[in-house]
């Protein structure tokens, strides 16, 4: 089975500080994602990624950016986290069609 | 631009009883067509999807699924609904290379 991880279920943030969001995956899929999901809007893309060093805009990208230094990483930044960024963070890899999730990070900035 | 809408925020059955939650995108392409459900507590799991061929597939649960290119719809079934069917429910569209783009969800709610 994939296994998508991402590196905290659970982080608290004060405003202005600076986040990592670490996601792992163990299966060598090329394209990654970061999402974020907040109730009644569903899912948006953050950011996406084809390959190592790739990195492509998605529908919300302002206040964020990423990282994919190794194929198996890719990392969510926050550069200065702000309270309308306490959200859901669902991290996926993709394989041809199928989407796989990570657990989500659910960030909570003061 | 595409697009995935839901109309349904939230839906209560009962249990045992049958179950349709909708779903309509727009593309400008042939699209790719997918169900996700989010227990509580739980990453996204794929349902079910299509791609081409049959117009009604079958997925994982008892769910399925029919796509209706005339109405650019793209509804999730079951007959039977279990308690632990409560979840939330997510359609997307895709194709090719392109990331999912995903509706806002409906909520499931099974009462005895």
């Known amino acids: 089975d994939v296994k998508v991880t991402q590196s905290s279920r659970y982080l608290v943030k004060r405003t202005g500080e600076k986040v990592f969001l670490e996601c792992v995956q163990d299966?060598?899929?090329?394209?990654m994602f970061w999402y974020r999901q907040d109730p009644g809007l569903g899912l948006r893309l953050i950011y996406f990624?084809?390959?190592?060093?790739?990195?492509e805009k998605g529908d919300i990208p302002e206040g964020y950016s990423v990282s994919r230094e190794k194929k198996e990483r890719f990392s969510l930044i926050l550069e200065s986290a702000s309270t309308n960024q306490t959200s859901m963070y669902l991290c996926?890899?993709?394989?041809?069609?199928?989407?796989?999730f990570g657990s989500g990070t659910q960030l909570s900035v003061l | 631009a595409q697009s995935v809408t839901q109309p349904d925020i939230h839906i209560t059955v009962s249990e045992g009883a049958s179950l349709e939650l909708r779903c309509n995108y727009s593309?400008?392409?042939?699209?790719?067509l997918f169900w996700y459900v989010q227990s509580p507590g739980q990453g996204l799991q794929l349902l079910l999807k299509?791609?081409?061929?049959?117009?009604l597939v079958q997925g994982i649960k008892g769910f399925e699924a029919e796509f209706k290119r005339s109405q650019s719809s793209f509804n999730l079934r079951k007959p039977s609904v279990h308690w632990s069917d409560a979840a939330e429910y997510f359609c997307?569209?895709?194709?090719?290379?392109?990331?999912?783009?995903f509706g806002k969800g409906t909520r499931l709610s099974v009462i005895a």
């Open positions: 996926a890899t993709r394989q041809y069609e199928k989407l796989f």
């Open positions: 299966m060598d899929h090329e394209n």
């Open positions: 990624s084809y390959d190592v060093k790739m990195k």
């Open positions: 593309y400008g392409a042939t699209p790719y």
């Open positions: 299509y791609f081409s061929g049959d117009t």
């Open positions: 997307a569209v895709g194709a090719g290379n392109t990331p999912l783009v």
